[in-house]
């Protein structure tokens, strides 16, 4: 609706004007990128390390560090990365989107990852995690979790963006 709409519009200025009224270039950006190898469907990895060797290498003290992976079969949050809950959660999502279920998506590309992209959509691509005095502050029982989803084995892009200062 169109009230709503300039709402929104002059709320977005507002917040425009408060952002250039703060100290201007103070902020940077740095994108570090990391290659994944993974051995298909549940093939779980710890990419902490890749998020903190980015703030490390980047010299950045305080910010977000957004973690991404490229792709629509694969997807990224936080857990306890330890073997059993890295199953129970492969063992849930076998049950919400099984492997071998029916997907409209099989016939339309003739693909078997009908279950890849259901699962990756409920996961999410990515995370967003505060770094405070030049590290992750992440729990000590949470790790940053890249999880592949799709049927075969792939080559992953994680792209870690941090935005700091
Ligand atoms: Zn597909």
Redesign the pocket.
């Known amino acids: 609706r169109p009230l709503s709409d300039e709402r929104t519009l002059k709320n977005h200025e507002q917040h425009r004007e408060r952002v250039n009224c703060g100290k201007a270039g103070s902020a940077m950006v740095r994108t570090h990128t990391q290659i994944v190898s993974t051995r298909g469907q549940g093939d779980a990895h710890d990419i902490t390390g890749v998020g903190a060797a980015a703030i490390a290498a980047s010299g950045l003290r305080a910010g977000v560090a957004t973690v991404f992976v490229v792709g ?2 694969a997807a990224v949050t936080t857990i306890e990365f330890e073997p059993g809950a890295i199953a129970d959660l492969n063992r849930v999502f076998e049950t919400l989107a099984p492997r071998d279920g029916d997907y409209k ?1 099989h016939l339309r ?1 003739g ?4 279950s ?2 259901v699962r990756a959509a409920l996961l999410g691509p990515s995370v967003s995690i505060p770094f405070v005095g030049g590290k992750l502050a992440l729990g000590t029982w949470q790790q940053i979790l890249l999880l592949e989803l ?1 049927t075969q084995p792939r080559e992953r892009e994680v792209i870690v963006q941090l935005v700091g200062e």
Not at 111 to 114: A, H, I, R
């Open positions: 629509s079969t998506h590309w693909d078997d990852n009908g890849s992209h799709d």
